[in-house]
Every structure is written in C-alpha cells, then in structure tokens.
C-alpha cells in the first residue's frame, strides 16, 4: 500500500517577488480577511485531516521500512526482522560508537541511512 500525495502547503505570499523573506513552512492563518484562512481555493490547500495516511503506511519511508533511531550497537542487535527496518545513527553518538553500530548492521543485513564516511 502507497502513502497519498498531497499538495504542497505554503504559506499565502509565497509567490509574492519579495518570496526569500517568506520561509518555506505552515502556519495556520488566523487573520480575519485572509483569504485562506477561509479557504479560497485560489490561495491553495490547507492541511486538513483528510490528507492524513493509514495507519498501515503512517512512518514508513519510501523504500518500504521503517526507521529506528540507535545510539549503540545493542539496539541495533534487537531488531528481529531486517527486511522492515532502517538504522538511523542518533546524532550525539561518537564516531568509535558508529563504526559499531554500523558493524553491527552489516552482520544483521540491516541499511544504515546516515553512515556517512565511514
């Protein structure tokens, strides 16, 4: 099962020629005449709960798996089936603790996202 796209959700005055003082991120439009806030299609979607996905697909990436934060090779080790998960090294851990726990993936075939250099 594939997750629903959905639109991008900008911010009104997004294609305003003034556009880099506007970041690319959302917020809810609280202004009384604004035109998005009373959804005006014109002005684009707003995030609703309609574009929410399934719980099936909800945290899955886009290789079919799921991500598991680890910050040592233990946790890596507790993984039971390789085939439904991706390590993903936290990012306070050293670099003598990654090269285990990239060691420690490799014995359990499991992909380590941000190995880096390593």
């Known amino acids: 099962m594939m997750k629903k796209s959905h639109p ?14 506007v970041p690319e991120r959302w917020r809810k439009q609280r202004g009384i005449d604004n035109k998005k806030r009373i959804k005006k299609s014109f002005m684009g979607a ?19 798996k799921r991500l ?12 039971k089936d390789a085939s439904m998960y991706e390590v993903a090294i936290a990012h306070d851990v050293s670099k003598r603790k990654r090269k285990e726990i990239v060691s420690a993936a490799k014995d359990s075939g499991i992909n380590v996202v941000n190995s880096g250099k390593l």
């Open 46 to 64: 707003e995030p609703t709960i309609g574009y929410r996905n399934s719980d099936k697909v909800r945290g899955v990436r886009a290789s079919g």
């Open 8 to 21: 991008k959700f900008n911010v009104p005055n997004f294609g305003a020629r003034s556009r880099s003082r």
């Open 68 to 79: 598991m934060v680890a910050h040592n090779a233990n946790e890596v080790k507790m993984i």
